[in-house]
C-alpha cells in the first residue's frame, strides 16, 4: 500500500513561485515512475510533468521552461518547482505513483490547490 501527500500548494500572485512536495509511504518509490498532474474547474486532469524512476524528464508544453519536477529518493519525495506563473496554471494539483510494465499499481495524491491571481 502506498499513501501520497502532497503540499505546498496556496495563493500566488502572477510572475510569482510555488514549490510543490508528494510524500511518499511504502518501499516502491524508488523504482517507480511518478507524476504531477492538475484539474481546473470544468476541464479534464492533465499530465503536467513526469519523472521516471532513472531521473529522466518530461512536461507538457504549457510549462516547459517554467516547471521543474525533481525526486528525493532518499526522502521518498518528488517536487515541482513552479516558476513565473500564470493564472491559468490555477488548478488542484495531483500526485500520482504511475503505473508502469515493472510497478503495475495506481495511486494518487488527495491534491492540494495552486491559485493564480492576475
Known amino acids: 500500500q502506498v499513501q501520497l501527500v502532497e503540499s505546498g500548494g496556496g495563493l500566488v500572485q502572477a510572475g510569482g513561485s510555488l514549490r510543490l512536495s508528494c510524500a511518499a509511504s511504502?518501499?516502491?518509490?524508488?523504482?517507480?515512475?511518478m507524476g504531477w498532474y492538475r484539474q481546473a474547474p470544468g476541464m479534464q486532469r492533465e499530465l503536467v510533468a513526469r519523472?521516471?524512476?532513472?531521473?529522466?524528464?518530461n512536461y507538457a508544453d504549457s510549462v516547459k521552461g517554467r516547471f521543474t519536477i525533481s525526486r528525493d529518493n532518499a526522502k521518498k519525495t518528488v517536487y515541482l518547482q513552479m516558476n513565473s506563473l500564470k493564472p491559468e496554471d490555477t488548478a488542484v494539483y495531483y500526485c500520482?505513483?504511475?503505473?508502469?510494465?515493472?510497478?503495475?499499481?495506481?495511486?494518487w495524491g488527495q491534491g492540494t490547490q495552486v491559485t493564480v491571481s492576475s
Open positions: 519523472i521516471t524512476k532513472g531521473g529522466s524528464t
Open positions: 511504502g518501499s516502491i518509490f524508488s523504482i517507480s515512475d
Open positions: 500520482r505513483l504511475i503505473p508502469t510494465m515493472a510497478v503495475t499499481v495506481n495511486y
